[in-house]
């Protein structure tokens, strides 16, 4: 692995930094960027250091299937199928790396990270009530993916959120109290 002078800049990974089908990143990185290892087919697993504070989501690959996360690192965490944020105040989604058809976000999250699901097979996926922001790009390439409810709480949805995905239909659902979303109304429920 050539890095920068600093040593926290991954600049050049070679087919030998990767082990079997692990590539564990340098305990001095402290940023991971698009196209550092999209090369590397064969990359199932990453291991993420306590250096580590920042994570562009499209790092993770679409054949990364497994992440660990030092417990040590005080910016991410995983649930054995995503990467998030610690902050609980404002908690976002990084990226869902796991192949899963249906997906159930069960952390109270506030907002889902650009291109967090790029690529996913997934059909269908649950949303916290507490999601209060979508990011541009959150659920391209999503092609299997025909629907998504969204709660009383979504105050930001990017307009490129479902570019170039399978959603046809967004809905919005009613709170225990039966409170509508305040910020959207619905006037053709069909996507373009």
Same mark, same amino acid.
């Given at each position: 692995?050539?890095?920068?002078?600093?040593?926290?800049?991954?600049?050049?990974?070679?087919?030998?930094?990767?082990?079997?089908?692990?590539?564990?990143?340098?305990?001095?990185?402290?940023?991971?960027?698009?196209?550092?290892?999209?090369?590397?087919?064969?990359?199932?697993?990453?291991?993420?250091?306590? !250096?580590?504070?920042?994570?562009?989501?499209?790092?993770?690959?679409?054949?990364?299937?497994?992440?660990?996360?030092?417990?040590?690192?005080?910016?991410?965490?995983?649930?054995?199928?995503?990467?998030?944020?610690?902050?609980?105040?404002?908690?976002?989604?990084?990226?869902?790396?796991?192949?899963?058809?249906?997906?159930?976000?069960?952390?109270?999250?506030?907002?889902?990270?650009?291109?967090?699901?790029?690529?996913?097979?997934?059909?269908?996926?649950?949303?916290?009530?507490?999601?209060?922001?979508?990011?541009?790009?959150?659920?391209?390439?999503?092609?299997?993916?025909?629907?998504?409810?969204?709660?009383?709480?979504?105050? !930001?949805?990017?307009?490129?959120?479902?570019?170039?995905?399978?959603?046809?239909?967004?809905?919005?659902?009613?709170?225990?109290?039966?409170?509508?979303?305040?910020?959207?109304?619905?006037?053709?429920?069909?996507?373009?």
């Amino acid at each position: 692995i050539l890095l920068g002078k600093s040593g926290t800049e991954m600049l050049i990974i070679l087919q030998s930094a990767v082990t079997g089908n692990t590539f564990k990143v340098p305990d001095t990185v402290t940023s991971l960027s698009v196209g550092q290892i999209d090369k590397f087919t064969n990359i199932t697993k990453v291991e993420i250091p306590a !250096s580590v504070d920042n994570i562009y989501p499209t790092f993770i690959t679409k054949n990364i299937t497994e992440v660990e996360i030092d417990s040590d690192n005080e910016t991410y965490e995983t649930d054995g199928k995503a990467i998030y944020t610690k902050d609980e105040n404002n908690k976002t989604l990084v990226r869902y790396y796991k192949n899963e058809n249906s997906v159930n976000i069960e952390k109270q999250i506030k907002k889902i990270s650009f291109h967090a699901f790029n690529s996913k097979s997934l059909s269908s996926i649950e949303l916290p009530d507490s999601l209060e922001t979508i990011e541009s790009g959150a659920f391209t390439g999503c092609n299997n993916l025909k629907s998504i409810e969204l709660g009383v709480n979504v105050k !930001s949805l990017d307009n490129m959120s479902i570019y170039s995905s399978g959603i046809e239909k967004i809905t919005f659902k009613e709170d225990s109290e039966g409170n509508t979303n305040p910020n959207y109304s619905i006037r053709n429920a069909k996507c373009n």
